[in-house]
């Protein structure tokens, strides 16, 4: 014979939680390790064209004061009839600005994960790899996102520049790098860059799932062929302008 069980009175029912709707698929995709690792490959190769992008353009100021300044105006003059004035370069602002926060977010949450997992490494060498790739990605990455924010108010909103003329690329960025503490600061700001830009270059690839051992010597000469070209590139403009060797 069957019995049943009665609650006694007073006794509050039990709460029905509702299911959980679930989020779009690609919502769903990054709150996993391999979707943020994803996230962080795809905003770098944004940041890594936005860098070679910048340098290039940047190495006209050796051309002459009007090519880099022709170079200036055209890119607030992208796309015009079809878009008004310099909306097309604050589109690309738009979307760096959300690679570089997507960057930054999907890189703390990858190493709060680690640090829940507590991973044991085996052997020193490996234990080296992750000490490298968790500490200096992570001071290098503070650096160069502190060194934006201070290369925009210099170079582009113009109020950390001192005798900033809008539209004139040339000027600003003699004046900026004739002042020796701010020549020092893009060279540090620089050097930590490298840093920065070598191991993401090499774990790039890791991150896609391009990670076989075929590969590596092509991902070792890509990491340092992109890294020095860029660096040097970047570093010759307060060394030449602040020894006055550029005028």
């Not at 009175?9 to 029905?16: L, N, R, S, V």
């Not at 620089?190 to 090499?202: D, E, I, K, R, S």
């Not at 991150?207 to 590596?216: C, E």
């Amino acid at each position: 014979m069957a019995t049943t069980t009665r609650e006694r009175p007073g006794t509050p029912a039990p709460i029905q939680q509702r299911p959980q709707r679930p989020a779009p698929w690609f919502i769903e995709l990054y709150r996993t390790a391999v979707g943020k690792k994803y996230v962080m490959a795809v905003t770098g190769i944004i940041g890594l064209l936005f860098v070679a992008g910048h340098t290039v353009g940047n190495l006209k100021l050796y051309l002459g004061h009007e090519d880099i300044n022709h170079y200036g105006e055209f890119l607030r003059e992208i796309l015009v009839p079809i878009l008004p004035r310099t909306i097309f370069l604050w589109l690309l602002r738009g979307l760096l600005i959300t690679a570089v926060a997507l960057h930054i977010h999907a890189a703390y949450s990858l190493t709060r994960l680690n640090a829940k997992a507590d991973i044991k490494y085996y052997s020193k060498r490996d234990y080296v790899a992750a000490n490298f790739a968790s500490r200096t990605m992570r001071w290098t990455g503070v650096i160069v996102a502190l060194f934006i924010l201070w290369h925009l108010s210099d170079l582009t909103w113009g109020f950390a520049n001192g005798d900033f003329i809008r539209g004139d690329v040339a000027h600003n960025m003699i004046h900026s790098f004739r002042r020796v503490p701010v020549a020092i600061l893009y060279i540090v700001a620089n050097l930590a860059l490298g840093v920065h830009l070598w191991h993401g270059c090499w774990s790039l690839f890791q991150s896609l799932g391009w990670n076989r051992p075929r590969f590596n010597k092509w991902r070792s000469w890509f990491a340092w062929g992109f890294t020095t070209a860029v660096i040097l590139g970047n570093l010759t403009f307060p060394i030449l302008i602040v020894t006055r060797v550029v005028d």
